[in-house]
């Protein structure tokens, strides 16, 4: 079992930038890729991102393309989401997800979840 632990959430005004992050523990040589997804109030939880442990595999869902980043540190076993020109639909939940292949994770197959951190983003 792999243990995620996120950080980094808050309030940002609309336009601007806030990095998530997401430290693995336990049994992280099972986990070959991690993730994020999102669940804004009173909506189902949606898939945001997802990259491989080798840096590759990366999965972005179409509405936050070329504004955020998803990225990992090896050696620190952790997963980073760099949010830039963040919107008030961004608002939401964040969750770090593991599994054991990327594309897993693009098609909503999670193994493992994170307790989630919240983002707000003000208009």
């Known amino acids: 079992q792999v243990q995620l632990v996120e950080s980094g959430g808050g309030l940002v005004q609309a336009g601007g930038s806030l990095r998530l992050s997401c430290a693995a523990s336990?049994?992280?040589?099972?986990?070959?890729?991690m993730g994020w997804f999102r669940q804004a109030p009173g909506k189902e939880r949606e898939f945001v991102a997802a990259?491989?442990?080798?840096?590759?595999?990366?999965y972005y869902a179409d509405s936050v393309k070329g504004r955020f980043t998803v990225s990992v540190d090896n050696a620190k076993n952790t997963v980073y989401l760099q949010m830039n020109s963040l919107k008030p639909e961004d608002t939401a939940v964040y969750y770090c997800?593991?599994?054991?292949?990327?594309?897993?994770?693009?098609?909503?197959?999670?193994?493992?979840w994170g307790q989630g951190t919240q983002v707000t983003v003000s208009s």
């Open positions: 997800a593991a599994n054991t292949a990327s594309y897993k994770l693009r098609d909503g197959v999670v193994g493992s």
């Open positions: 990259i491989n442990w080798s840096g590759g595999g990366t």
């Open positions: 336990g049994r992280t040589f099972s986990t070959y890729a």
